[in-house]
């Protein structure tokens, strides 16, 4: 029998630097650290909100993401307003990230929802969307309804 109603709990992410992982997550999403370590060959830290993990970080791997490589296509995080996207494209502005279009993009034509599509430290494609609220933004050309394809 399958599960009646999974959702997701947290997300764990391979990083190259931990510390720099660290402080890019909580500047852009306000994330409180709810626990740290290091193993034999790994760091980690726990990433929350209101005492709820939601990132793990794991200082284990080399390199850049890759996106031709099966696994993650992206990390979406949704708020509640487009108001808040914005709040966050002008952090993401001022620490200088490659975003995928400049702006925030509906996710598809005449659509109400929609955000911002940029990448991590390490390359990580991450996606900041409202439900409501960008129905009258105007579509970025070539934008896909994703924002990465």
Do not use: K
């Not at 709990?9 to 190259?16: D, K, Q, R, W």
């Not at 296509?73 to 200088?96: K, N, P, T, W």
């Not at 598809?108 to 494609?125: N, Q």
């Amino acid at each position: 029998m399958a599960i009646a109603d999974p959702r997701t709990g947290h997300i764990g992410l391979n990083v190259t630097d931990i510390d720099r992982s660290r402080g890019f997550y909580q500047q852009v999403f306000g994330f409180e650290v709810l626990g740290e370590g290091q193993g034999d060959d790994r760091r980690f830290v726990f990433l929350g909100s209101r005492g709820e993990l939601r990132l793990t970080l794991w200082q284990q791997s080399e390199g850049a993401f890759d996106t031709g490589r099966p696994g993650l296509h992206h990390l979406s995080f949704q708020v509640d307003s487009i108001d808040e996207v914005r709040e966050a494209e002008a952090v993401l502005r001022g620490l200088a990230v490659d975003f995928a279009h400049d702006g925030v993009v509906p996710h598809g034509e005449g659509a109400d929802s929609g955000g911002i599509f940029f990448t991590d430290p390490d390359g990580i494609r991450l996606e900041i969307f409202a439900p409501t609220g960008a129905g009258g933004v105007a579509p970025i050309a070539g934008a896909p309804t994703c924002g990465f394809f």
